[in-house]
């Protein structure tokens, strides 16, 4: 699979990604770890190279995995994680109060504050069984740690040769632009889908004209663009899923409706429903790489599957016809 670039660094990722937070198992009512290892080695087999991670998903346990599946073949992967999304600390701020898979209730607090960050990174490096990180990203923004220190810290961990590139994850433009002015800034990891595109507006032009990535997340709005749920689903206890407004009964109705008149089109691609959504994802101005998670290899079979076709102008055209027909309940 081609690599791309991240902004002006040296880290290549390849352009559809292993999303490892449902691995994890946490807010996704559990994993099967066997499954787990299997969907990471097939990926990489597939030449689906780069790996999202976090210590966050599954409190240690989607880094552990992801160490266990590339162990023997580190330097054929790119491995991506996070920090500042923390459950054993209350510095910091108030983030969300939630339950680990065990069902025992955990807050999460942001804090990034530099030495905060040095021992995040010692911690996900032991678990990731590696002695370096190819893209280190804080998850989310800490208002009471400046970022210029954060951006500092990661700037440390690059001279030591632990970390290849800093990113960050779910940042506007002005958290962008003070970042920027401290490391160079590789990507920042949004949320962007055919259901959510309010980035097209503000940072995806400020990531095209600084030469910043973006790597795509949820971008089959966590299974729901894969067109397979039925609009009385039930999901498992502890999958967060239910909760979501993009869940609600009227809305899998529209988008199957939707998905539905997109099935002729993918019929003469060759392709599912899954990979007409992550290419035309994919081919979206500025949209380095999408993170597509998987809990198995046959989902990671299918999602790799999106790198055989492109989509042309008049295909894109129709897709996006379709698409502004749509109507979504909040
Ligand atoms: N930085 C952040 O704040 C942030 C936030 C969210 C995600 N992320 C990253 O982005 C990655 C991707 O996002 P996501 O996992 O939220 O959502 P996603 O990629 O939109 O959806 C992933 C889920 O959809 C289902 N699925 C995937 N491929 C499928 C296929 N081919 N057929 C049928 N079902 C399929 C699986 O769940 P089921 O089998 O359970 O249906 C899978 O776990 C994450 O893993 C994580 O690395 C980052």
Redesign the pocket.
Known sequence: MELRKLGRTDVHVTPV???????GGWM??G?ERNDAISAIRKSVDLGMTS????PV?GFGL?EEITGEAVKGIREKVQI?T?FGIKWDDTRGEFFLATRDNQGKSIDLYSYSARESVIRECEESLKRLGTDYIDLL?I??PDTTTPVEETMDALNTLIDQGKVLAAGV??YDVPLMERASRTTVLASN???Y?MLRRDIENDVVPWCRENNVGI????????????G??SPDHKFRDG?A?GGLSWYKKENIISVNNFLDRLRPLAASKDA?L??LVLRWTLQQPGITC???????P??????AGTMNFTLNDDELDFMNKELNKLEMVS
């Open positions: 990604a292993f999303g490892a937070w449902a691995i996704w009512g994993a790996i999202d991670t976090a998903y989607s991506l996070k990203q998850h989310r994850s779910n990891q949004v949320a889908s790597l795509a997340y949820s971008p089959l709005q966590r299974g729901l663009l894969t397979k749920f999958d899923r599912t899954a990979q999408v993170l597509a998670g998987a809990r198995d046959e989902q990671v079979l299918e999602n």
